[in-house]
């Protein structure tokens, strides 16, 4: 049993990364040991490199390589626009898309009054002086449909109201979705901000 103790001990330590169940991540440090030298020995240097190096971007709270992202620091992003999101998976799956040229900022959360999450404890200040200071022309709130979202989203509107233009991503049906999978909010919503044909 303790010949294989690390091996275990790595499996539980994949368990634990999202998306991996103990099976797959079974499965997923099998396969790395037998590609040690082509994906493992690499793959370890390279986590070990990026634990050493990556940073919140004091800026806008972006994880990068260096005290200001590569976003914050782009000239060509400095557009009048930044787009509110709640975490830094939400920021790569807007820039995934490739369509938003302005720049962002993260707010590290929502605001939730049974876990005491308060405007304090997530960046709602440090978006406050941005708006101030940065000549910022228009705040999209790219924030979830969730009730904490929506009222993060009304709070952040309350603070900036009468400095910028406040907008907010769309809500509805998506693009090739059938009406009889879609939840009842999402019809609602949906239906509300129908528009002109």
């Not at 787009?83 to 720049?103: I, P, Q, T, Y």
């Not at 000549?135 to 009222?151: H, K, M, P, R, S």
Request: one cysteine or more; proline letters at 3%.
């Amino acid at each position: 049993m303790s010949a294989t103790r690390e091996i275990d001990a790595l499996i539980d330590m994949m368990a634990k990364l999202p998306g991996l169940g103990p099976r797959s991540a079974r499965r997923a440090v099998l396969h790395l040991i037998r590609k040690r030298s082509l994906l493992m020995t690499p793959l370890s240097d390279l986590m070990q490199r990026v634990a050493a190096s990556a940073r919140e971007c004091l800026n806008c709270g972006n994880i990068g390589t260096a005290d200001i992202c590569d976003i914050c620091a782009s000239e060509k992003r400095a557009n009048g626009m930044i787009c509110v999101v709640e975490d830094v998976a939400d920021l790569w799956a807007m820039e995934r898309s490739g369509v938003f040229k302005g720049r962002y900022h993260v707010l590290g959360g929502t605001l939730s009054a049974l876990d005491q999450v308060g405007p304090e404890q997530l960046r709602i200040p440090r978006l406050i002086d941005r708006v101030d200071s940065e000549a910022v022309t228009e705040v999209i709130l790219a924030l979830n449909a969730t009730v904490d979202g929506q009222t993060t989203a009304h709070y952040i509107a309350d603070q900036l109201e009468g400095r910028v233009t406040l907008t907010s991503l769309a809500q509805g049906v998506p693009i090739g979705g059938e009406l009889d999978y879609l939840d009842d909010g999402t019809i609602t919503a949906a239906l509300n901000a129908r528009r002109k044909v």
